[in-house]
Nanobody
Framework: QVQLVESGGGLVQAGGSLRLSCAAS????????MGWFRQAPGKEREFVAA????????SYADSVKGRFTISRDNAKNTVYLQMNSLKPEDTAVYYC?????????????????WGQGTQVTVSS
């Protein structure tokens, strides 16, 4: 089993920045790509960003391209999401996810492990 714990959420004004972290523990040798998803009240969970095991390949939702950056430190079993130029529409619970197969994907149901989520609120 793999456990994922997110941190770094909070309240920020529009235009501000936050950095989310996701620490993995347990059988971390079983996981390859990791991703960030978000879910706003009354909406479905949506893809934000994903990164391959090596970090050489990344993917972003169009809504966050140029503002968010995903990265990972495998020595620390941690993935990060740097969020800049935040907008009120970025308000959501942000979830970290990990996948046991190696190909990078963007659909939530293709990820095997999930964290509990961290709230990000952007005020206007």
């Amino acid at each position: 089993q793999v456990q994922l714990v997110e941190s770094g959420g909070g309240l920020v004004q529009a235009g501000g920045s936050l950095r989310l972290s996701c620490a993995a523990s347990g059988r971390t040798s079983n996981i390859y790509p990791m991703g960030w998803f978000r879910q706003a009240p009354g909406k479905e969970r949506e893809f934000v960003a994903a990164i391959s095991w090596s970090g050489s390949t990344t993917s972003y939702a169009d809504s966050v391209k140029g503002r968010f950056t995903i990265s990972r430190d495998n020595a620390k079993n941690t993935v990060y999401l740097q969020m800049n130029s935040l907008k009120p529409e970025d308000t959501a619970v942000y979830y970290c996810a990990a996948r046991v197969l190696k190909n990078l994907v963007v659909r939530p149901y293709e990820y095997d492990y999930w964290g509990q989520g961290t709230q990000v609120t952007v005020s206007s």
